[in-house]
């Protein structure tokens, strides 16, 4: 059998079993669950060792003379001292290591990409120069760099940090620039809902397209066989548990 | 039981097949709904249109099988793009659960536009450290990368003529599903080294990426599969994220007329259990 058209019954058959649990939970669709996890977990051990152990320590020591990976082979070792308990204190040099340098290469960066770029960008100028002598006001809304959509920014901005601003009470005013900075935040929640669903949808696009391409002849139509195959497994499942109903204690 | 409350207990499997009935059927029978193009995508475009050939274009292609349907089509449409511009294109991962996908997907566009390894195109693989990857091929790529996928010393590759570091590529595009992702790739990348940047998300990241775009952080952002099939218009080949862009459209329609739908059974039955309640 081609490779492509094994490939095709096996990405089938698993697309579908998952499937299954969207009419219940089923023996068929924790197999396809358990099968991804394993493969999934075996394929990152089986590159993490050729890339890292074989490629990048391996081979350099042992081809090149790059005796200086030692010291981070050194490092890396001291990390599995924890199985050890009378040595797992050696671990913590290791951790410190990775701590120190992580914190030490992020912090700067995230400062100036977040906060800093992020400030600058909030507080734009609210009117734009159009001549020597003339302001001008933008009110295109569909223009990110609009005037009328940096006070939006602004006033969004402004508003949800004083909704978190816990030390004085949302009275009077402040009650109303606190819900100000709630209606923000509904419409924000909404967007990111509302992009989270198209991406669910794309990614059952994406499933039923190849099950349709799948059902072509010159794969053996293994969508169609397998869904025939699925609904009577799903079925003597489903009448096996009603003549033995799963004991639950 | 009324109405409105039968409605509200339904089997959700109802509502899962006439999800999957609405995704199914624009499938199956196109309309060809159309694809406006928005800004931020035609940003990416428009970089890449404008660069001279054999121009250094850095893809990253920070996904996993996982995200496949959203960012695949995305990744397909820029390295067309690149390859009729003639660029010099450099394909790695910082994902090592993707990494064979994203070899089998560099593989195929190049193939099917005659291109020619180590000359036109080069996948260096993956490469572990994330975010210290990229501060690594800031400072010397050829350490982040002393070979490439298949196991060829990098120095020995034309396409990397000139090439030293971050600063030497052109145009980047990071295609990403999560963390070591866009994200990273400004901050550890282009903040620090300098090149101008794109980039690709999931539909799920791309609000979080947005004020990058507007603070002009990143020049442009292919977010989800909506994102790709305004790519493949703008290229002017048609591939799978266009074929799915009339099953989003119904799917979106099927939520929005449930929502509607809900809200109106539920305030219904608020209703009448208040009318009750005046009764009584």
């Not at chain 2, 990368?145 to 396409?159: A, E, M, N, R, V």
């Amino acid at each position: 059998m081609d490779a492509t058209v094994l490939g095709a019954w096996v990405a089938t058959g698993l697309t579908l079993l998952i499937f299954s649990f969207l009419y219940k939970d089923n023996p068929l669709f924790k197999l396809a669950e358990h099968l991804y996890v394993g493969v999934s977990v075996g394929y990152i051990i089986v590159k993490t060792y050729d890339t890292v152990i074989v490629h990048l320590v391996v081979k350099p020591i042992v081809e090149n003379g790059e005796i200086a990976l030692l010291i981070p082979v050194a490092i890396g070792m001291l990390m599995l001292t924890r199985y050890v308990p009378k040595a797992a204190w050696l671990s913590r040099y290791a951790f410190a290591f990775i701590v120190g340098m992580g914190a030490g290469l992020a912090i700067p960066r995230t400062i100036s990409s977040f906060i800093l770029k992020q400030i600058e960008d909030t507080v734009r100028p609210l009117m734009s120069m159009t001549g020597p002598d003339g302001l001008a006001f933008s009110m295109n809304l569909l223009n990110p760099g609009s005037n009328l959509n940096a006070l939006i920014i602004l006033l969004g901005v402004s508003s949800v940090l004083f909704y978190f601003f816990f030390s004085i009470e949302h009275s009077g005013a402040g009650r109303a620039v606190a819900r100000t900075g709630v209606i923000f935040l509904m419409v924000s929640f909404g967007a990111g809902f509302g992009y989270t669903v198209m991406a669910r949808m794309s990614l059952l696009i994406g499933r039923l397209t190849d099950l349709i391409e799948f059902s072509d002849a010159s794969y053996g139509r293994p969508t169609i066989w397998l869904l025939i195959l699925m609904i009577a497994v799903l079925f003597f499942l489903s009448r096996r548990d009603q003549e033995h109903p799963p004991d639950t204690h | 039981m009324s109405f409105s409350e039968r409605m509200l207990k339904i089997d959700r499997r109802i509502i899962f097949l006439m999800i999957g009935l609405c995704t199914l059927l624009p499938l199956l029978y196109p309309v060809g709904l159309p694809i406006k193009i928005s800004s931020e995508v035609r940003g990416v475009y428009d970089h890449i249109e404008s660069l001279p050939e054999r121009s250094v274009f850095l893809l990253s292609i920070d996904f996993d099988p996982a995200s496949k349907p959203e960012l695949h089509p995305q990744a397909i449409a820029l390295l067309r793009h690149a390859f009729r511009k003639n660029l010099r294109v450099i394909a790695m991962t910082l994902w090592v659960s993707g990494t064979g996908m994203a070899d089998q997907l560099v593989t195929q566009v190049a193939q099917e536009l005659g291109k020619e390894y180590g000359k036109d195109y080069a996948f260096l693989g993956w490469s572990p450290g994330g975010q210290a990857v990229i501060i690594n091929m800031g400072q010397n790529l050829y350490s982040a990368f002393p070979s490439d996928y298949s196991g060829k010393p990098t120095k020995d590759l034309p396409i990397l003529d000139g090439v030293r570091n971050l600063k030497d590529v052109t145009y980047m595009v990071s295609l990403g599903a999560g963390r070591p992702g866009v994200e990273e790739w400004y901050v550890f990348g282009k903040d620090k080294y300098k090149f101008e940047m794109g980039g690709g998300c999931t539909g799920v990241m791309a609000p979080g990426l947005y004020p990058l775009l507007r603070s002009g952080q990143i020049n442009g952002l292919i977010g989800g599969l909506r994102g790709a099939a305004e790519y493949e218009s703008l290229i002017g080949q048609k591939g799978k994220a266009v074929a799915g862009m009339d099953a989003q459209s119904a799917t979106h329609v099927a939520i929005i007329v449930l929502v509607i739908m809900c809200n109106l059974f539920y305030f219904s039955l608020r209703r009448a259990s208040q009318t009750q309640g005046q009764v009584g």
